[in-house]
């Protein structure tokens, strides 16, 4: 094999420093590919597609004017029982905030300029123009150059998780954290809270601060009502931010999550069916449901699994394709296309469909899906 | 790494010239993996745990008297559509034949001792002890020394797969085909069905034959009736042997995996899932069901997939261990222990519970499903 040159970020004395990483550990990281070089609309940058150490993955080390390091979006550990996984969690109290079902963005000023960065460090033009455009971050940044503004782009109009939220409609940015640029330190709830409103920055809900001891009872209560109104649930904080965060969800987002992954069976199936469940299990377990509400929930349960299947197998019966359509909005054609290429460098097949009154509709094929189905319909063998 | 000795049956020339593979191919095989030696009770053979050409996996290379060759049971194919699956598959009629829910077994006539293989080739104490309890095959292996009776064991008093059949009980063994030894060729429907009517050996039931066109819409008529009466399903042959036979179950069938998987959710559910809620799909697609019998359906997969999982968290909440119990038969410790010590043997971990009325409970722990459910009650992070 071919020795892969080492662009200089990575045995850079300054970013081994940056990142208490010493040079040859990140050298070895690079040629096991947990770093990549990213170069894109004159970012010089290295990007880790894993964790290294403490480097969460997604992390973005930037050479601008000087040398810049966005740090990745810690992964959220996931509760499956309430009690007793918070008291052991949290001394104190807990903070609950709604976790809002859309896709993580940080947003940060690198070289004077707002940048848009997804979970995995990736910039999407698409949000990036579209962050711009919603919100008003000038006076923010100019006050909290070192701050980086981490929160979830919800509604309809976003194409990677479309999701109706009547506060929201089209296209919207909620901010949950606002973080340190090289530490990754959150401030605390509060304090963060005082200073969105201040620069009319719009917060995630925080839907309540509770002692640890009462924290289950209310958070299963509010989970059972976010999801009454097919909302996905919460994520539980420290109010001071010294701990990290846990989250839990409602049983209607893990039926959606379902839904979605048995619309593409042979695509998406096998990685979302079986957390999902156990999710489901543990809880149907904790709040101790009556005889009704289990049915109710298998029944929930069974159907986000066998409908969106047979809804699928009969449009691919009928010659449509198992794709999906994600919509954006778009000035011009040119700003499809680039949406598009971005997707390909992200190895996401998907092709322009139409453009139609602003919007641009972007259509993914699940190829398998497509191909197994046609095969079984066929009388191919399983 | 030390060079594994061969064993002298896996380069003996007459070995290469019964099965048509040269030896070179076989000592590679045999440095794969793929050939085991195995010696027990003894038996001096090779196994094949895997297929090796046009050679099964479960296959026994037995050095008796002379060389024996105990085929494998060839794999059997699934269809998820009957439609076109069948007419596409075979050219004229299809005999139907009951799939039966327990465990393979071969029995033949190695050096005049009758002896049971499961379906990797192993010998198996309790099944090779009961067959010969069961059937009186002095007669037929008299008559067919050459020949290979293929059959399912089943019962409730079965290690395997504990299946209640009102016709069979504790434990009862119905015969499917009768095979060539070395060539694996099996008997015509007819022809094996009359033989072993001659011998007072019992066949599976023989549901009809029917012109292929016709066969699929009877076939979801039996197989609905089936399942109605918690029966497996069926496998559809070419009468005269000469073609691969299928195989296609029940909703009812597909459930009860379900429930067995969920009931040890962190062993078993991941491998079970996404297959079983395939079948559903396809089956609940080419049935045309009402938007009732589709709900029906919907709500049996989601109790099936809960209602265990929920009953296992409260029995390891309550101090129970998540274990099932195998009931086998036996007339003193010794033969608990002897199968308890082939168990081990496969990698299945097992302990005697107890013994009592000439019954002993066997016990087998699933250890990660106690694991993780205790640390997800502990409050364990997902």
Do not use: W
Request: glycine letters at 6%; proline letters at 5%; aromatic letters at 8%.
């Amino acid at each position: 094999m071919r020795e892969k040159k080492i662009p200089p970020l990575v045995n850079d004395e300054e970013v081994s420093h940056l990142l208490d990483i010493p040079s040859p550990r990140l050298e070895d990281a690079y040629h096991k590919g947990i770093i990549k070089k990213y170069q894109k609309k004159g970012m010089n940058a290295i990007q880790f597609r894993k964790g290294l150490g403490p480097v969460e993955a997604g992390t973005m080390v930037i050479k601008g004017e000087e040398i810049e390091v966005i740090r990745g979006f810690p992964k959220i550990r996931r509760i499956l029982m309430l009690h007793p996984a918070l008291e052991k969690h949290f001394p104190d109290k807990v903070a609950v905030e709604e976790k809002m079902n859309g896709y993580n963005v940080r947003i940060a000023l690198v070289d004077s300029e707002i940048v848009a960065f997804t979970r995995g460090g990736y910039v999407c033009p698409y949000t990036s123009r579209k962050a711009r455009e919603i919100l008003d971050l000038d006076d923010f940044f100019q006050d909290y150059p070192q701050m980086v503004i981490c929160g979830e782009m919800v509604g309809t109009l976003n194409p990677y998780v479309s999701h109706y939220y009547p506060e929201v409609g089209k296209l919207g940015f909620r901010i949950f954290d606002l973080r340190e640029k090289l530490t990754n330190v959150a401030l605390p709830i509060m304090a963060k809270r005082e200073i969105l409103a201040d620069y009319n920055l719009e917060p995630v809900k925080l839907l309540g601060v509770f002692p640890v001891k009462k924290a289950p009872q209310r958070i299963l209560e509010i989970v059972k009502e976010l999801g009454e109104h097919d909302r996905e649930g919460v994520v539980m904080k420290d109010p001071q931010m010294q701990l990290d965060p846990l989250k839990y969800t409602s049983s209607q987002a893990q039926a959606a999550e379902l839904e979605y992954a048995l619309s593409f069976p042979f695509d998406l199936a096998r990685a979302f069916l079986f957390s999902r469940i156990i999710r489901e299990g543990f809880q149907s377990h904790e709040t101790a449901e009556s005889k009704d509400a289990r049915r109710e929930r298998a029944l929930r349960m069974g159907e986000s699994i066998l409908y969106p299947m047979l809804e699928t197998i009969s449009k691919v019966e009928n010659g449509e394709l198992a794709a999906e359509d994600l919509l954006i909005e778009v000035e011009n054609k040119e700003q499809a296309d680039e949406f598009i290429r971005y997707l390909r460098d992200l190895k996401v097949m998907a092709t322009l469909a139409e453009i139609k009154e602003g919007k641009a509709v972007i259509r993914r094929v699940h190829q398998s899906t497509n191909d197994r189905i046609n095969n079984y319909l066929d009388g191919g063998l399983y």
